[in-house]
């Protein structure tokens, strides 16, 4: 599986930005989908999770309420819809496939290149 996340860019606070993760290859709707980020000088930590079907979702705590994960699994895409934003969400943001645990990085086998999503004060 190939993934090519999109979406980034610049928005002040309280705005608001979509992210895509498009797959290649055949057989996306077998694994869980997550998001990850990582902010300068910091490691990379779990945002959300969807398993295969779509009907599981998980988020860290800083997020909920305000992102929502979503998946196409038609289109082999799945979705990080991002309002409110804050300060503290910059960072470059990163999909990822897996078949295991959703919430931790250990779960995932196949990670995209990431988009910078930086959020002005």
């Known amino acids: 599986v190939q993934l090519q996340a999109s979406g980034g860019g610049l928005v002040q606070a309280g705005g608001s930005l979509r992210l895509s993760c498009a797959a290649s290859?055949?057989?996306?709707?077998?694994?869980?989908m997550g998001w990850f980020r990582q902010a300068p000088g910091k490691e990379r930590e779990f945002v959300a999770a969807?398993?295969?079907?779509?009907?599981?979702?998980y988020y860290t705590d800083s997020v909920k309420g305000r992102f929502t994960i979503s998946r196409d699994n038609a289109k082999n895409t799945v979705y990080l819809q991002m309002n409110s934003l804050k300060p503290e969400d910059t960072a470059v943001y990163s999909c990822a496939a897996g078949l295991n645990t959703m919430v931790t990085m250990t779960g995932y086998q196949y990670w995209g290149q990431g988009t910078l999503v930086t959020v002005s004060s």
């Open positions: 290859g055949r057989a996306f709707s077998r694994y869980n």
């Open positions: 969807i398993s295969r079907s779509g009907g599981i979702t």
